[in-house]
């Protein structure tokens, strides 16, 4: 009878454990703690360059640390002002920030025109995009990051960045998005 007692004191505790999505995130991800990357989808379309016709920036809640707000992060596509070399059918970042964005992950939802466009597609849910279709560069603070890559005349594109003292997951922590962002 004790046998059996430990076997159903195991299973009861089996069960519990898996009804709490932070223990078994916790266990999952070594204890590491994660949460949803900040997010900016902009889009131009027409021929239309410089800032997006559309832009979005989604600010999660549970962000860990401080951060770069969504609306100081400027995009810009087919940027001559940054062209000197031929390369004014470009994505260009700006960051107005004073802190250092360690990771900016980038993927593209659409994109057409023109020179095309050089960047990894994202996935359905954007957030969901595999690590092999981003592509990703340090934005330093208060600085232009030119090129990230050839553009056509129409752009869709997604970017996620962490906050200071954490980077994108990009599989380490299982069972989370690759786009989410981990605690260092």
């Known amino acids: 009878m004790l046998r059996t007692g430990r076997t159903l004191l195991v299973l009861l505790l089996a069960v519990a454990v898996s009804g709490c999505p932070s223990i078994t995130d916790a266990i999952a991800g070594g204890g590491k703690k994660t949460y ?11 021929g239309r360059t410089g800032t997006p016709l559309e832009s979005k920036g989604v600010t999660p809640t549970g962000i860990i640390g401080s951060y ?3 609306n100081s992060v400027v ?6 002002t940054y062209g000197p070399q031929g390369l004014d059918n470009s994505l260009v970042i700006n960051s107005n920030c004073s802190s250092l964005i360690m990771e900016v992950a980038l993927c593209a939802t659409a994109g057409s025109g023109g020179t095309g466009n050089s960047f990894g597609i994202c996935g359905v849910d954007p957030r969901k995009t595999s690590p092999n279709n981003l592509l990703i560069y340090p934005l330093p603070p208060n600085s232009t990051r030119n090129p990230w890559g050839r553009t056509g005349l129409s752009l869709d594109v997604n970017i996620f960045y962490c906050a200071t003292g954490s980077h994108m997951n990009l599989g380490e922590v299982s069972g989370k998005d690759a786009t989410d962002c981990v605690v260092d």
Do not use: R
Not at 36 to 46: E, F, H, K, P
Not at 75 to 80: S, V
């Open 36 to 46: 949803q990357s900040l997010w900016i989808n902009a889009s131009w379309s027409g």
């Open 68 to 70: 770069c707000p969504v």
């Open 75 to 80: 995009l810009l596509n087919h940027y001559a």
